[in-house]
């Protein structure tokens, strides 16, 4: 089964920009459907985006839309996150997310594995 690994998370002021990784080992991302997903303590772990597993095809939700950018390296067998124009409401633990299917579903019960998570602080 593949293990997912999220790196990349800090600390940055509002307005600015952060790249999280998620590397994959004992699978291939590109056999899977991939997602990010976000976590404030005390709060249900929200979707952000997935990167469907045929025919490259992103999805985001209404909140990161034209902010984040969800993409996937064959190569390096990595998902990337790149996140824009941060606002203090994207604080938050973000963690990285698989599943075999190919249905484009949200949900994070859909989702079988998922990364340790990698904390992410933006300051007003």
């Given at each position: 089964q593949v293990q997912l690994v999220?790196?990349?998370?800090?600390?940055?002021?509002?307005g600015g920009s952060l790249?999280?990784?998620?590397?994959?080992?004992?699978?291939?991302?590109?056999?899977?459907?991939?997602?990010?997903?976000?976590?404030?303590?005390?709060?249900?772990?929200?979707f952000i985006a997935t990167f469907l597993r045929f025919g490259g095809i992103t999805y985001y939700a209404d909140s990161v839309k034209g902010?984040?950018?969800?993409?996937?390296?064959n190569?390096?067998?990595?998902?990337?996150l790149q996140m824009n124009s941060l606002k203090s409401e994207d604080t938050a633990v973000y963690y990285c997310a698989a599943k075999r299917s190919p249905v484009l579903d949200t949900t994070k019960?859909?989702?079988?594995?998922?990364?340790?998570?990698?904390?992410?602080?933006?300051?007003p």
């Open positions: 999220e790196s990349g998370g800090g600390l940055v002021q509002a790249r999280l990784s998620c590397a994959a080992s004992g699978g291939t991302v590109s056999t899977y459907t991939m997602g990010w997903f976000r976590q404030v303590r005390g709060e249900e772990r929200e902010r984040f950018t969800i993409s996937r390296d190569a390096k067998n990595t998902l990337y019960t859909s989702y079988d594995y998922w990364g340790q998570g990698t904390q992410v602080t933006v300051s």
